[in-house]
């Protein structure tokens, strides 16, 4: 049974820094691909950031380019979102999920993590 489990989230101020993890567990972590999906109310699942299983090769959402840093260590079956400079529109539920590839597809990704709650008040 493949497990995934975020942490990290909470109340920062616009500006601040958090950092997300997922820890998993039900399979072998370092032939995966990981994915940090976001959903804020009333809107869409969307994109934030992916890392290949491999290299590894990392995608981000043009809304975080330059502010948040997607990683992982393969030894500890735990990947990161580090987000420096939050913004109230980050405000939203963290998901981290798994997937063959690092696609921004949310369709893509089979297993999901029940999701870390970030606010960033103004």
């Known amino acids: 049974q493949v497990q995934l489990v975020e942490s990290g989230g909470g109340l920062v101020q616009a500006g601040d820094s958090l950092r997300l993890s997922c820890a998993a567990s039900?399979?072998?972590?370092?032939?995966?691909?990981m994915g940090w999906f976001r959903q804020a109310p009333g809107k869409e699942r969307e994109f934030v950031a992916a890392?290949?299983?491999?290299?590894?090769?990392?995608y981000y959402a043009d809304s975080v380019k330059g502010r948040f840093t997607i990683s992982r260590d393969n030894a500890k079956s735990t990947a990161y979102l580090q987000m420096n400079n939050l913004k109230p529109e980050d405000t939203a539920v963290y998901y981290c999920?798994?997937?063959?590839?690092?696609?921004?597809?949310?369709?893509?990704?089979?297993?999901w993590g029940q999701g870390t709650q970030v606010t960033v008040s103004s």
């Open positions: 890392i290949s299983w491999a290299a590894p090769s990392t």
């Open positions: 039900g399979r072998t972590f370092s032939r995966y691909a």
């Open positions: 999920a798994t997937s063959n590839l690092p696609t921004t597809g949310s369709s893509a990704y089979d297993y």
